[in-house]
């Protein structure tokens, strides 16, 4: 233990041996209040763990544990089961409290208190020190000889007595290889469910989803993802949840909301609720989806929607968790984890006037841009048997594709030329197509044919708007290009046309490439190389 460093311990309050008994408490050990009274333990903070039904005697042993120990700054920690002999149930309350603890070892030293709680609870507890999940030490403490008649705690006896003993167990992890494979095998399983079990083949977005893993199970803090329509924003959002409810980090409902379905006293109720006679129409008391949420996760969709009215009242819910209803005079209560999506460069936004920039602030913290399909083109075909099983489980009936079928749609779906504007809707509606018409359960060349030259007419009034999109940009100079130069730059200029910023447009062009540039910037990027041939964004957006 390093003595410059602070020392915090972490423990579970004993409803048994912790309690007090009025006046009675201080005559006999309770081994939190005794852990703070080692001669050789000057404990900065301790982490009281306890449910919410302790509360009262939380309290009650913070101001004990404050009259031996003053300069002991105590916090309580909520973890919630209901079995306290159930393992899985309470690893995983334990375990959820470790992954979202801002442990800072390297400024602070940790103790483990493995006295109090059920035998399951001390067995869980070593185990996540053992894991590293917990980065500490152990530390157990024991009665010490019995109190005489009229001892004091500032006594010297009673002191003694008060205190017990205490025993620090150190645990040499490096050498538990089996340890390390099973969390690798854990971090894989928590992936699977924020992808649904399809795997990827794309690099980026691998690295993108275990990041995400890694801050659902580490932080309640607001998400923000970004990425086009169709990108499965909404999807991820909810897997998120599950991952975190698997996990026992929350414990209540998914509430979702497309902010672009509501405006005005429409969005304000849905939100936060109202009173009867709050508006007109307000003929009932409405909960609102914020109360809702409660111990659960809240995903607003399409944030940058909200008006600027709601996005305050939003700020205020997210940073103190409490809010007014409309028409009301009370402010409610909601523990909630936001998720944002947005589909709009909303710095943008804020530039505008349309996006309050200190609610940007607050949940820009952890920002993850989805790619659309076109950035994960090897993803095409685990997605596609996906889609199969998925029109098998909705429609109770199996479709295959042969293998020449098989073959020509992967093809066609991997060309440039095969944009997917609307990205897994594009693709997930095909397949519902080809299945709905399959003869017999399997999807023939000619079915591919036929989609694929659907697909082409959808995409083609977009693709093909205002000619070549060359064509007034360049002149006479365009006769001057490669081939290859030409072909790349006209797609540029498409990407270009269909985005609202320079911003968005690089994010789009450069979605595998700036994951391994951690300090490249898409929008600086797209300019330099749009100056190559004397043009700027708002040349080529006309």
């Not at 509430?255 to 939100?271: I, K, M, Q, Y």
């Amino acid at each position: 233990m390093s003595a410059s460093r602070p020392l915090v311990a972490i423990g579970l309050l004993g409803p048994t041996l912790d309690a007090g008994r009025d006046q009675k408490r201080w005559n006999r050990w309770r081994p939190s209040v005794g852990l703070h009274l080692q001669d050789d333990l000057v404990i900065s903070r301790f982490e009281m763990l306890h449910q919410r039904r302790f509360d009262n005697l939380a309290e009650g042993l913070a101001a004990d544990i404050r009259q031996v120990s003053p300069a002991t700054r105590v916090t309580s920690r909520h973890i919630e089961f209901s079995d306290p002999w159930d393992f899985e149930e309470v690893y995983g309350a334990l375990w959820g409290f470790a992954a979202g603890y801002p442990w800072k070892p390297d400024e602070e030293d940790y103790l483990v208190h493995i006295t109090t709680g059920t035998h399951v609870a001390q067995i869980c507890l070593f185990l996540l020190t053992e894991s590293r999940h917990m980065p500490a030490r152990l530390v157990q403490t024991q009665p010490g000889p019995r109190r005489g008649p009229g001892d004091r705690p500032d006594s010297g006896d009673g002191q003694a007595s008060l205190a017990g003993t205490h025993a620090i167990i150190d645990l040499d992890l490096s050498k538990y290889d089996k340890l390390a494979s099973r969390f690798a095998e854990e971090r894989a399983a928590g992936a699977a469910v924020l992808t649904a079990g399809i795997p990827t083949r794309n690099q980026g977005f691998a690295r993108l989803i275990a990041r995400v893993e890694q801050v659902a199970a580490a932080t309640r803090a607001p998400i923000l993802l970004g990425g086009p329509t169709g990108a499965g924003k909404t999807v991820l959002a909810r897997r998120i949840y599950e991952l975190k409810k698997a996990r026992n980090l929350v414990d209540g409902p998914f509430v979702e909301l497309n902010c672009a379905t509501v405006r005005g006293d429409a969005a304000g109720s849905a939100l936060f609720g109202h009173r009867k006679g709050a508006f007109t129409g307000a003929v009932n008391d409405r909960e609102g989806l914020l109360k809702r949420a409660d111990s659960g996760v809240l995903f607003l969709d399409e944030i940058g929607e909200l008006g600027l009215d709601e996005q305050a009242m939003l700020l205020r819910a997210v940073e103190d968790r409490v809010f007014l209803p409309l028409g009301a005079d009370k402010p409610v209560l909601s523990d909630f984890q936001l998720i944002a999506g947005s589909n709009r460069d909303l710095r943008a936004a804020v530039h505008a006037g349309r996006f309050r920039e200190d609610l940007l602030a607050r949940i820009d913290l952890w920002t993850f841009t989805l790619p659309g399909l076109a950035q994960r083109r090897e993803d095409i075909e685990p997605n596609l048997d996906y889609e199969l099983r998925r029109f098998a489980r909705d429609h109770g009936r199996q479709v295959t594709m042969n293998r020449e079928a098989r073959a020509r749609f992967l093809a066609f779906a991997a060309a440039p030329e095969a944009v997917w504007n609307a990205n897994f809707r594009d693709l997930g509606s095909a397949v519902t197509r080809m299945a709905t018409l399959a003869v017999g359960g399997r999807i023939d060349e000619d079915l591919v044919r036929e989609e694929i030259a659907r697909l082409h007419g959808q995409w083609r009034p977009q693709a093909d708007a205002g000619g070549d999109p060359l064509d007034g940009l360049l002149g006479a100079a365009a006769d001057k290009l490669d081939l290859f130069d030409r072909v790349q730059l006209a797609e540029v200029v498409r990407v270009c046309r269909r985005s609202r910023t320079l911003s968005e447009a690089g994010r789009t062009l450069f979605a595998s490439s700036r994951l391994a540039r951690r300090t490249a910037n898409d929008a600086d990027r797209l300019q330099k190389y749009l100056a190559r041939f004397d043009l700027d964004w708002e040349r080529v957006r006309g």
